[in-house]
Structure formats: C-alpha cells, structure tokens
C-alpha cells in the first residue's frame, strides 16, 4: 500500500510564503502534485509535476507558486510565495491521483 505523508502547512499573513512537502512510501506513476479543496467547493489544481520535470500550474498561482520533485527522496515539494486569503483551503498531496494524503491546512489571514 502507497502511503502519502503531506507537511508544512501553517498559518501566515498576506503576502507570505510557507513550503509544503510530500513524501510518497514508493513512487507509482510518473506525476505527482497538489490540489487543494475549501468546504463546499471541489478540489481545485494547484501543481503537478512529471518524472521528467514538466510542471503544471493552476491559474490562480502562476507566478506565486512552485512545483519541484526529489525523486531519490521520493518527494515533492510546493513553495508557496506571496499567499494570499484566497490561498486558504486544505492542500493534498497524490501520486497519480490515485493515491491521496490526509492533507495539511494552510491558512492566510492577517
């Protein structure tokens, strides 16, 4: 069974940054990424990322955010610049979306 471990989230004011990070027990497929879902919306795309390095961004972080994986370390990683309110939601991490965190909150409120 693959297990996902998300970290890093926190509280923080507008306009700071937080690093979230996701390990995997073993890597399964070739992309691995964030999404992140608020109560009563869906969950949303905020970051992907493939063996080869290709990223994916949601609209709504281009720019403020960023992907990158250690795949020796069986990891993924989301810098997260210049939050936002809006930004506030719980982040999952998952390995070809079939395999899921309990996700990590991340809250930005001054």
């Known amino acids: 069974q693959v297990q996902v471990v998300e970290s890093g989230g926190g509280s923080v004011q507008p306009g700071g940054s937080l690093r979230l990070s996701c390990e995997v027990s073993?890597?399964?497929?070739?992309?691995m990424g964030w999404y992140r879902q608020v109560p009563g919306s869906q969950r949303e795309l905020v970051a992907s990322?493939?063996?080869?390095?290709?990223?994916y961004y949601g609209d709504s972080v281009k720019g403020r955010f960023s992907i990158s994986r250690d795949i020796a370390k069986n990891s993924v990683y989301l810098q997260m610049n210049n939050l936002k309110p809006e930004d506030t939601a719980v982040y999952y991490c998952?390995?070809?979306?079939?395999?899921w965190g309990q996700g990590t909150q991340v809250t930005v409120s001054s």
């Open positions: 073993k890597i399964i497929a070739d992309i």
């Open positions: 990322i493939t063996r080869g390095g290709v990223t």
């Open positions: 998952h390995t070809g979306f079939q395999h």
